[in-house]
């Protein structure tokens, strides 16, 4: 009876001893983890604002008083395009 009792643990052993092994090797034929890194963008969307835009003053050279009242305009049209923006 001592004879079966151990053939019966050697070959439980040699199963689990088996198995790992099987395991082992199964695990080395395992695809590797693909790591996924997530980038995050801004993404701008043109929206369409609703400025009513001033006239636009006249340009002459030898009138320097022109040359403020357009640099004013510029000004303005800045103004409310930039109030787009913040909406």
């Keep these: 009876m001592m004879k079966t009792e151990t053939k019966n643990r050697n070959c439980k052993f040699v199963f689990y001893i088996f198995v790992v092994v ?3 090797i199964l695990a080395g034929c ?3 983890q693909v790591i996924v890194k997530t980038e995050y963008k801004d993404v701008y969307v043109p929206v369409k604002c609703k400025v009513e835009l001033p006239n636009k ?3 002459d ?3 320097p008083q022109t ?3 357009l ?3 510029y000004k303005q049209i800045e103004i409310l395009l930039k109030g787009c923006i913040d909406e």
């Design 22 to 24: 099987f395991l082992i």
């Design 30 to 32: 395992a695809d590797k």
């Design 57 to 59: 003053p006249a340009f």
């Design 61 to 63: 050279e030898k009138n």
């Design 67 to 69: 040359a403020k009242e």
């Design 71 to 73: 640099s004013k305009y």
